[in-house]
């Protein structure tokens, strides 16, 4: 049986025989369920993989451009020539 030690930081080292026997790579999760006879189960869950262009549009833009109205507008209101 092979086993592993839980560390202070709540990590645990899969046994690389382990990781081969699950199909798992670094990144990849492992999931734990418990039943109620207490027997665990593990099984593996790939890394989740995101294709970046499906992130397109996620963040704004704190700063919008100007239109020529909006400067046009402005030269007016400050009283400019137009050189």
Not at 3 to 26: C, F, H, M, Y
Request: charge should be negative; proline fraction near 5%; aromatic fraction near 2%.
């Amino acid at each position: 049986m092979q086993s592993a030690t839980l560390t202070n930081e709540e990590q645990i080292k899969v046994p690389k025989s382990v990781q081969d026997a699950l199909g798992v790579r670094p990144g990849d999760r492992i999931g734990f369920e418990i039943r109620e006879d207490e027997i665990v189960l593990v099984r593996a869950e790939p890394a989740e993989k995101v294709d970046l262009l499906s992130l397109r549009g996620i963040l704004k833009p704190s700063i919008r451009g100007v239109t020529v109205d909006e400067m046009n507008e402005t030269i007016r209101k400050v009283g400019g020539s137009g050189a």
